[in-house]
């Protein structure tokens, strides 16, 4: 049974120009290689944590290299967890978009060219017949290990107070956002990289121990707190695609 989740209400205001908002059309994940000699820097990250942290949510940036290591290694490890998983890898297999019909009859999901890879690598891939869900497995797997891991500067976690609480999880969604406006607007690049979070969930619905949560909330000093959204920001190495989206009367109503 369907349950409201938000009630939002326009009031009318006089125009004024927001970084934000203005960052909008710009707004894209950036799934190829980052900058991994130019961080974003400690005053930068202040900033965006101001921006975002509240009563109820709080975001930690993972900079320091052996910390960094730490978490990269647990979202490379749930990685290989969920493409072992049958479950998992078929529905993660499911969002994959490959060729035009399918591009444009759905408008959601990851397309070759908003993969990450190169553009040479994408023109040639588009001539190949379509991966299996075991090659495309491993082919996020090593994208994940050799390229958003191994070439991200700063890696975040957004907390909650629970994460399976509606209010929480909303706030956490708009707190990813300003984050990730944020960041375009001053010419960053970000991704999610939420695998951890994900294997939480699924290891919680079989009804067995969380292995990754309490490992996660020591390594970024947040007892009291869990994690539902973990991401890598930087600069990006080069320009990708952007996925494609429905249009707006597709998915508003009024």
Same mark, same amino acid.
């Given at each position: 049974?369907?349950?409201?989740?938000?009630? @939002?209400?326009?009031?009318p205001?006089?125009?004024?120009? !927001?970084?934000l908002?203005?960052?909008? +059309?710009?707004?894209?994940?950036?799934r190829?290689?980052?900058?991994?000699d130019?961080? /974003?820097?400690?005053?930068?990250? &202040?900033?965006?944590?101001?921006?975002? %942290?509240t009563?109820?949510v709080?975001?930690?940036?993972?900079?320091? /290299?052996?910390?960094?290591?730490?978490l990269?290694?647990m979202?490379?490890e749930a990685t290989?967890?969920?493409?072992?998983?049958p479950?998992?890898?078929a !529905?993660?297999a499911?969002?994959?978009?490959t060729?035009?019909?399918?591009?444009?009859?759905?408008?959601?999901?990851v397309?070759?060219?908003?993969?990450?890879?190169?553009?040479?690598?994408?023109?040639v891939?588009?001539?190949? +017949? !379509?991966?299996?869900?075991?090659?495309?497995? &491993?082919y996020w797997?090593?994208?994940?290990?050799?390229?958003?891991?191994? %070439?991200? +500067? /700063?890696?975040?976690?957004?907390? @909650?107070?629970?994460?399976?609480n509606?209010?929480?999880?909303i706030?956490?969604?708009?707190?990813?956002q300003?984050?990730?406006l944020?960041?375009?607007?001053?010419?960053l690049?970000?991704?999610?990289?939420?695998?951890? /979070?994900?294997?939480?969930? $699924? %290891?919680?619905? $079989?009804g067995r121990?969380?292995?990754?949560?309490?490992? *996660?909330?020591?390594?970024?000093?947040?007892?009291?707190?869990?994690? %539902?959204? *973990?991401?890598?920001?930087?600069?990006?190495?080069?320009?990708?695609?952007?996925? +494609?989206?429905?249009a707006?009367e597709e998915?508003v109503?009024?």
């Amino acid at each position: 049974m369907p349950v409201p989740a938000a009630h @939002v209400a326009f009031t009318p205001t006089p125009a004024a120009r !927001d970084a934000l908002f203005s960052a909008i +059309p710009n707004r894209h994940t950036n799934r190829g290689p980052y900058r991994a000699d130019q961080p /974003v820097g400690r005053e930068r990250l &202040q900033r965006f944590a101001d921006l975002t %942290t509240t009563e109820a949510v709080r975001v930690a940036f993972v900079e320091e /290299v052996h910390a960094r290591a730490e978490l990269g290694a647990m979202i490379v490890e749930a990685t290989e967890r969920i493409v072992r998983d049958p479950q998992m890898s078929a !529905d993660s297999a499911s969002w994959f978009r490959t060729g035009r019909r399918d591009i444009a009859a759905h408008r959601d999901g990851v397309t070759i060219d908003t993969s990450g890879v190169s553009p040479l690598i994408a023109a040639v891939t588009k001539l190949l +017949p !379509d991966l299996d869900a075991k090659s495309a497995d &491993q082919y996020w797997l090593s994208m994940t290990r050799d390229t958003h891991v191994a %070439t991200a +500067p /700063v890696l975040g976690v957004i907390l @909650v107070r629970n994460r399976l609480n509606m209010r929480d999880a909303i706030e956490a969604g708009r707190a990813w956002q300003r984050l990730h406006l944020a960041a375009t607007s001053e010419g960053l690049a970000a991704q999610p990289l939420n695998q951890p /979070v994900e294997w939480i969930d $699924r %290891t919680a619905m $079989r009804g067995r121990a969380d292995e990754f949560g309490s490992g *996660i909330v020591q390594l970024v000093s947040a007892s009291g707190w869990e994690p %539902t959204f *973990i991401f890598r920001m930087g600069t990006a190495a080069r320009v990708t695609g952007r996925s +494609p989206r429905r249009a707006l009367e597709e998915v508003v109503s009024t």
